[in-house]
T-cell receptor
């Protein structure tokens, strides 16, 4: 597609349920990032992929969070047994190369997660 | 580790006046520096970047930023603010640790 696409745009779930958030990056972009944006917390790095490999998972808040990327394209962020503190906007970005060294990150519109 | 500091939660400026949004960074080696803007209920958009070369870089919407290596700063500037510039601004750095680190963001409010 022309830009980074994320789905769902909004998700309301009950505490304890699992959720999946999807990111479809710009075609040809090898690097893919997940960030979390909470009110007053700025952008929190979660994980990045170079191709299908995730060299840095250090930002994942707990073992309830996992992510995968297949075919060097679509990525899924899964949150198991959601908690209220997981409520945030989850942003996905892609770039031509790791670190945006050949240019900028292109962001999707985000997935707003609300855990009741 | 690399980090970015945006010391001001909010900056208020009158329309037509010059604006500055501050950013300092910490990184090993030569930094790649970026500014992004986020309008309400939208994703982040790239404004400008510094990789190498001239310390003053120009970007979208009339914005520019000055790289100062000795002060480890990369402040965002615009000579004349518009009401439509009101948004959340993020500074970011890539220092070779294979990830881009963002600051906490600064809310810019341009007053008519």
């Amino acid at each position: 597609g022309a830009g980074v696409s994320q789905s769902p745009s909004n998700k309301v779930t009950e505490k304890g349920k699992d959720v999946e958030l999807r990111c479809d990056p710009i075609s040809g972009h090898t690097a893919l990032y997940w960030y979390r944006q909470s009110l007053g917390q700025g952008l929190e790095f979660l994980i990045y992929f170079q191709g299908n490999s995730a060299p840095d998972k250090s930002g994942l808040p707990s073992d309830r969070f996992s992510a995968e990327r297949t075919g060097g394209s679509v990525s899924t962020l899964t949150i198991q047994r959601t908690q209220q503190e997981d409520s945030a906007v989850y942003l996905c970005a892609s770039s031509l190369a790791v670190g945006g060294s050949t240019g900028e990150l292109f962001f999707g519109e985000g997935s707003r997660l609300t855990v009741l | 580790a690399q980090s970015v500091a945006q010391p001001e939660d909010q900056v208020n400026v009158a329309e037509g006046n010059p604006l500055t949004v501050k950013c300092t960074y910490s990184v090993s080696g030569n930094p790649y520096l970026f500014w992004y803007v986020q309008y309400p209920n939208r994703g982040l958009q790239f404004l400008l970047k510094y990789i190498t070369g001239d310390n003053l870089v120009k970007g979208s919407y009339g914005f520019e930023a000055e790289f100062n290596k000795s002060q480890t700063s990369f402040h965002l500037k615009k000579p004349s603010a518009l009401v439509s510039d009101s948004a959340l601004y993020f500074c970011a750095v890539f220092g070779g640790y294979q990830k881009v680190t963002f600051g906490i963001g600064t809310k810019l409010q341009v007053i008519p």
